[in-house]
């Protein structure tokens, strides 16, 4: 009997010790083992004898209803092509890029991942982008609009498939806009000046029982940080952090400007002092429960999420948002600043192609491709595009989605229009060097004084001074705009 | 020396030694590659310029970049003003509730003892979600109503500077003494009696009894205690990363923050691994200080 225990604990022991050992080799999952061995067919949309291929994806809720259709996605891909298979990994917003960083880092990403154009530098710095431009077929590359495309683009390569392009906005409770005497319609179609829109914010106080309710309410903690600023210098003359001849641009005299109007905005009274610690999910429920007029950032989706909980609120039904009020959601336009011109903020976000630290086969290169573009065209972006209240950018998707119903506003539709016209063009010409030295700078200096210039204790020019001399340390004095 | 060694091998052989060795050696494994794999790798990618697809050699760069960086002198700074304010308090509340709960019936104590415990069960993230409802900044916030009742105004508890270190210290006086609780109990257990009664029969007070038995009874488990939550605190993360993610204007930065945000923001591992060997030298050096000036009189 001793010795049964003995033996079996000691097979116990080596069981554990070779799992051990064996985690420490697990291999890439890129790089084709031999189920996906090179074949001639890889490159053409026929599977006839190709071999067999699991594609991985790692994919956030993109919209609402995104993740739940993650079981139809893989089997219609399996049945557009038999011998493939695509394997999708659910993440959540919150964990999407500390999951891919870890896993991009240990050498080993999923074929695709979910993620925003301007992520592209950063991984491209790193060598782990896969550069799809020469295996896109000329009939993918034709199905999708150019703007949003070239997004997907650093330098000379080709990374990904964009699913959609947005305008970062803002949006407005229509009911109180008119309460205020603001000719919304006329804002969406003309847009305002940040001298207009602070009156109107102004005008959208109001002080009842003790209770403020303010104009204007812009995320700025969490996630959200590095939103608020970046989206309102885009309409002050600085559509990039580099200008065309690739000098850091926010040392220009404008960006004081905008410095100057967000702590303006704060000391009217018109936004709530405590800003800084007013992250995504809390400025949302200001919005419903009617405690802004105007919030930021506003996408077209957000609507959606409105009508929703207007239908909630209109059938007595308990899961709608705490003491929260019917609204009427309205895109409306970021202001312009010092006379510059509106830029509108684009987002293309989309499915970007990955490599291992081993170089992938030809075949597995191409089948990744017909991943990308499986999900980022047809049914599947028409779908996720019509859950999201996004325009489409492929035509596949366009002609699927004219048998869809929309419930959209038509103002609001125009409105976007109006703004897709005045995008901030792509920037693929940035070095990714200089555009990895900008997102330090944005994080190190950036957002904790842009924190500290919402809660009053520091100066729109003491940030100013300090942005500046990061700017100048990190790109040299004649690397940035001096004015 | 052939005879020792022939007998050691016997009883290798014969006795339970190899047994032994071989359950020693799964440990050893394991202690290999999760500990001394990576505390090794640290070292050698702290000297790179690390990339997934091939690192190179940079010397001391990175260290030298950390020496030259305000950001981690103030990291350093605001860790070390975390330590001060949070381990002392704790080992303070800790050693209270330890003689607060002592006289109570045995049923008494363990009910005390699992509620304190509660908060090293539950999740980290979950608290801080707590955490950030009672710090909510507006009017109707939990503490900012506690506060009004006082006729003070609504604070920014985590958007401002000047509350944003105490909120996180705040945060960490009330919760998660329990292991310390316990420790505390344990050692006050195995205080000898007749201390005590000898104590009372010299007619000592509460806080005689307290000054020349019990805390110098207990003085290996206060330094122990002290040891472990100075380190605990200088590799402290969770905290400011879920609550403030280091502001404002790195007001709540910690090094462990720091050393996250330059791996996995910027990724820049080397420098991220030489700030963390930084970190444990540092840590290491106060350790050695405390137990050079604390525990001359310590015995285990």
Known sequence: MKRKTKFAATVLALMLSVSALSACGSSNNNNAGPSNSPSPSASTGTEGEAAKDTITALLPPVSPKYQENFKQMEADFNKLYPNLTLKIEPASWEDMTQKLDTQVNAGSPPDLAFIGSDGISKYAQMGMLLDIKGLVTPEMAADFDEAPLEYMKNGDGLYGMPAYMEVHAIGGNKQMLEQANIDWKKVQQQGWTYEEFREAIKAGVVTENGKTRYGFVFATAGVASKDYLSILVKNAGMPSPFTKDHKYSYTSKNYLEVLKAIRQMIDDGSMPKELSSVDAGKRWNMFLTGQTMITGKGLAVFENSANQNNKKIEANDGSAVADSIAVDYLVLPVPSFAGQEAVSHAVVDGYVAFRGKKEPTEEHKANIVKAAYFLASGQVAATTNADLFAAHITDSAREIAKTMESTRNPDNIAAVEKMLEHAAPARPDIPVELGAKAIKVENEVVIPKLQALLAGEISPEDMYAAVKKAAIDAFGADGVVQE | ?300
């Open chain 2, 1 to 300: 020396m052939m005879a020792r060694a022939s007998n050691i091998k016997n009883r290798l052989n014969k006795g339970d030694g190899a047994w032994a060795y071989g359950f020693i050696a799964i440990a050893l494994v394991v202690y290999a590659l999760f500990t001394a794999y990576p505390v090794i790798s640290a070292l050698l990618i702290s000297f790179q310029e690390y990339r997934p697809l091939g690192s190179s050699f940079n010397g001391i760069d990175n260290y030298a970049s950390i020496f030259k960086s305000e950001l981690f002198g103030k990291a350093l700074w605001n860790t070390l003003v975390y330590t001060v304010l949070t381990v002392p308090v704790a080992l303070i509340l800790s050693f209270g509730v330890a003689i607060m709960i002592m006289p109570l019936k045995k049923w008494a104590q363990t009910t005390f003892k699992a509620i304190y415990y509660l908060p090293a069960v539950a999740s980290g993230v979950a608290l801080s979600v707590v955490w950030l409802w009672i710090y909510d900044p507006m009017p109707g916030g939990i503490l900012n109503q506690l506060i009004g009742l006082l006729g003070i105004e609504n604070q920014n508890w985590l958007g401002s500077s000047s509350t944003s270190m105490f909120s996180l210290v705040l945060m960490s006086w009330l919760s998660s003494h329990g292991t310390s609780i316990i420790i505390y109990v344990a050692a006050l257990l195995g205080i000898d009696e007749s201390y005590y009664e000898a104590a009372e029969i010299d007619g000592a007070t509460f806080w005689q009894k307290m000054w020349h038995i019990v805390i110098p009874c207990l003085k290996p488990t206060t330094l122990f205690l002290l040891v472990t939550g100075v380190i605990g605190s200088f590799q402290v993360f969770q905290n400011a990363y879920l609550m403030t993610g280091g502001g404002p204007d790195h007001s709540t930065t910690m090094v462990g923050l720091l050393i996250f945000d330059t791996a996995f923001k910027y990724f820049e591992f080397g420098k991220a691994a030489a700030q963390s060997l930084i970190l444990a030298l540092i840590i290491g050096i106060i350790a050695f200080i405390q137990f050079k000036f604390l525990g001359k009189d310590v015995e285990y």
